[in-house]
């Protein structure tokens, strides 16, 4: 009888899922835009003569939606590999939304704790991803109480991800720009207390100067940080709490 062959767990490189989720994306803005345009839709016809313009995004989703960690054996939770829904046909985005309801339940969760969770921002490729699965019958319930189904749970195997707290800050911290990660790091030494833009800049060794402000609003717009009120030293700001795990 011949000895079982040991399974290898491979992880992929937070780069390349970074990168995958980049192309998701676009993919997702590009086929609304052409599945939206009578031109295009006229063009796709002539392209596709046997498909409906309505299926162009399901026909080109096996391009794109197999993803990196299906095709290259990413570690799951529970030393599970492979991929994470099967043949459901549901996204990155969508997939990962997926798992931090799932991993939560029966936990309700805000869209702003899932973005933060998932590293997407709430564009309209986030909120699309949420109505995709709302009427999959994979999630429920409003923006500000997001749980999973039974069929959402039955289909996803939550994939792992950095736990609320340093880990998480540090993922995010990868993906920021110089300025971004110091200012982060500035507002995170100082929670769970607020810090006023002044003394942001004093310790992260930055003027107040566009570059400056662009990254606070930057920060602002990933709600990572979030402007608490106001002093003599200008607007303060606090860590937002999702991010260490604080959050309700």
């Avoid at 803005?29 to 345009?37: E, K, R």
């Amino acid at each position: 009888m011949k000895p079982k062959r040991k399974r290898q767990k491979v992880v992929v490189p937070p780069e390349l899922l970074r990168l995958a989720n980049a192309v998701d994306e676009f993919r997702d803005a590009l086929l609304a835009v052409l599945t939206g345009h009578p031109v295009a839709k006229g063009v796709l016809s002539v392209v596709l003569p046997r498909a409906e313009v309505s299926s162009v995004p399901a026909l080109l989703r096996p391009l794109t939606r197999d993803s990196a960690a299906a095709k290259m054996g990413q570690e799951f939770n529970g030393g599970a590999t492979g991929p994470p829904i099967g043949p459901t046909g549901l996204n990155r985005c969508e997939m990962a939304i997926l798992g931090v309801l799932v991993e939560r339940y029966p936990k309700t969760t805000t869209a702003r704790q899932v973005a933060i969770f998932t590293g997407y921002r709430q564009s309209g490729s986030f909120a699309g991803a949420l109505t995709a699965l709302r009427a999959g019958g994979y999630i429920q319930g409003s923006r500000s109480d997001l749980v999973a189904t039974d069929a959402g749970r039955d289909i996803c195997i939550p994939p792992r991800r950095p736990a609320p707290g340093p880990e998480l800050v540090e993922d995010w911290c990868s993906r920021l720009e110089s300025a971004e990660r110091t200012i982060l790091r500035v507002v995170v030494a100082a929670y769970p207390a607020a810090i006023a833009k002044r003394e942001i800049a004093a310790r992260a060794d930055y003027r107040e100067s566009g570059s400056f402000a662009g990254a606070l609003t930057k920060l602002k717009g990933l709600e990572l940080i979030r402007k608490v009120g106001s002093s003599d030293a200008g607007p303060v700001f606090s860590l937002s709490p999702e991010l260490m795990g604080d959050g309700s």
